[in-house]
């Protein structure tokens, strides 16, 4: 699996004190190491076969993206090798390239996983897979987050505790304006008092997209081991099931669905 973790790399190349003190290489480095430390890479892999002991575990590669880089990262090519994108957006959603936004768009009908966190709920290729505006309520206060499994059987909650508890961080509430999930897998509640859909999971195409609400800039999030755990699990939820393949408009000849073309069956 060929996984690419998108930020869009604003907040810390501007020097923002408490995001670089979090996150000093930038939040794509984190989120992508907390990948690494869950699922095994391909390097992994082969450091640890030998001939007693080969590899019986699927290889992983985790590499990163950001806006800065030419087409933020993001070429036709690189996409076409992706089988999951993660995707961290927030100040910069109007400098993403429409082109870029096509190209994600297309992946994902065609069958690419895109898992979008925090922020993200605001990107161009959320809502536009979404088809709404994806607006929401918050405070950031620094609150305490409680993110219970409301879907246990769900493979992105297994070996998740209920709840995650996080310390601090950006409260988010409803309503938030999206499509009725496929999936609801995970509800937060705040000390504040609200609720918010912090986990959903949508089939768009062939593609599947998942969105995780906790993450923001300020706080240690995605160092946290449970986070890390949910984005591991949702990296092989939204991995694609089959060949990837456009979703085209094909002419067909009457009875093509018999398989000999002239609308009648053999024997």
């Known amino acids: 699996m060929n996984i690419v973790v998108w930020n869009e790399n ?5 020097g923002d004190a408490t995001v670089r003190e979090h996150y000093p290489d930038g939040i794509h480095t984190v989120v992508a ?5 869950r699922l095994p890479t391909a390097e992994h892999a082969r450091s640890v076969t030998t001939p007693a002991a080969p590899a019986d575990r699927s290889d992983h590669t985790v590499t990163t993206a950001t806006l800065q880089d030419p087409e933020h990262g993001l070429t036709e090519e690189r996409l076409a090798a992706t089988d999951v994108l993660f995707w961290w957006g927030h100040v910069a959603h109007d400098q993403v390239s429409d082109e870029v936004v096509d190209r994600v768009v297309r992946a994902v009908h065609a069958g690419m996983g895109l898992v979008v966190l925090h922020s993200g709920h605001y990107s161009k290729p959320f809502t536009r897979l979404m088809g709404t505006t994806c607006s929401l309520k918050w405070r950031n206060d620094g609150e305490r987050e409680l993110v219970w499994t409301v879907a246990p059987e769900h493979p992105i909650a297994a070996g998740v505790p209920h709840p995650i508890v996080i310390d601090r961080q950006e409260m988010y509430g409803e309503y938030f304006d999206i499509p009725r999930p496929d999936e609801e897998v995970f509800l937060s509640t705040f000390a504040g008092g609200e609720v918010f859909r912090s986990g959903v999971a949508y089939r768009r ?3 599947r997209v998942f969105y995780f609400s906790p993450g923001d800039q300020e706080y240690p999030v995605y160092h946290h081991p449970d986070i890390q755990r949910v984005l591991a699990n949702a990296a092989l939820w939204a991995a694609p099931t089959g060949p990837r393949r ?3 408009a094909d002419p067909h000849e009457r009875g093509w669905f018999l398989g000999d073309g002239s609308g009648t069956q053999d024997g």
């Not at 604003?10 to 501007?14: D, K, L, Y």
């Open 10 to 14: 604003v907040h810390e190349t501007r």
């Open 33 to 37: 190491a907390g990948l690494e430390a």
């Open 205 to 207: 195409g062939l593609g």
């Open 246 to 248: 456009p979703l085209t």
